[in-house]
Structure formats: C-alpha cells, structure tokens
C-alpha cells in the first residue's frame, strides 16, 4: 500500500510539472506569434509569427526548466537509499530533464550552437561552447557532467550520472577532458574520467568509474584500453 502511494504521488508530481513546463512557454508563444502574424497586411507575416512563436517557446522552455533547478536544487554525489528524500528529489529532476528530451525541440536546440549551450548550462552542466554534442545523443544528468573545450559526442551517446545497482541510487559526476571524444551510440556510466585527447571507439560501453588517461583509446564493451594515440589524437573514430 505504502509503495502503490508512492508511485502515485511521482505520477502526479510529474503530471503537474508537465502542465507548468509546456504550459507557460506555449502561451507565450502562441501570444508572440500572433502578435507579429497580425502586424499588417504582409504575405509573410504569418510565418514570421510562427517562426517567433517557435523561438519563444524554445527559448521560455529553457528558461522554465532553469527556475525550476533553483527550487529543486541538485542531489549531491553519493549514494542513496531508494525510497530516500533525496532520491526522490533526483527522480524529480531527471523526470524534468525528461520532459525537454522528449520533445522535438531537442533535435532543434543539438543544431543551433548557441541554444545548446544555453541549453546545458542551464541544465547545470559545465559545457563549453566549444564542444558539440551530436543528434539523439543525451547527457542524462548534465548537473553531474563536465564537457571540457572542443569534446565530441557522437551521434546516439548515452552520458550517464547515475545508476541503480543493489536497491540503491548511486550518483556520480562524469568529467570529459578537452578534445576528448566519445563515439556514436556508445555508453558511458556515472564517474567516468576522460583526460585531454582521449578517445572511445564508438559502441562501446564505458563501465562506471572508469579512469581513461590522457590521449588513450578505448573500444568494446565493456571498454578497454588499446593504445595511446600519439600522433593520431584527435582522429574522429566513428
């Protein structure tokens, strides 16, 4: 009975943050584009106002998920009993993050540099601006993710900063050193060190607290160290 409340009370606590998340930004969007749709008698008009619709939302959507981490701050590194406070406090914020991946708009925000980075910063990741991250891949829990200068992530990259290992939440932070690379469609898990340079071979799978030196390249699953670089860092392995 205890458990059956419980899930209720996630659902309806996910449930509610939907409506306030695309609640907001889509009313100020429909007002923004009917506003500029309206402005005269012009032919294009009505698809600027879509247009300025459509970047309203993307840009209040970003902005409403940052207001709500400053209520909901985020769950330190550690680990965590399941039906903990503050496990449920990261399931909260790992379902917001949800509602944002699941939109459209992701695919939309991975192809305007700027946008991306506002992006993750406001998700409470460091990422620099110079880094990219490829489309459909996700950085699970960017509060726990650290992107350094010119890293890749291909294209399908899972970046994890948790896991649930023996009835317990464990969360860690994931750093990915500059010009680091992480290949298409591969996995990495919660306290994972990349140095500068280094690289994984796309497809693999990188088992949580892995330590990858500077310049190394690794490959399968679960990955393992093949060689140092050298004279080929940098190289896109994909």
Known sequence: MRRALYLLLLDLLWLLGAVV?????LKLALAAGALLASHGPRVWAPALGCLAGFFVFLVSLILVVGVFRLILP????????MRSVKALRFYLQHGLKGYISSTFLIRVIHHLSIFRTLYYWVMGAKYSPSAFVGLDAELHDPSLIEVGDRVFIGEGAHIYGHMVMDGRLHVAKVRIGPKAMVGAHTLVGPGVEMGEGAQVAACSAVPAGTRIG???LW???PAKKVKRLGGIR???LQ
């Open 21 to 25: 998340v695309y609640g907001a930004p």
């Open 219 to 221: 490959l399968g699953s």
């Open 234 to 236: 940098g190289q896109v």
């Open 214 to 216: 500077p310049g190394e």
């Open 74 to 81: 985020s769950v330190p590194t550690g680990t965590y009993p």
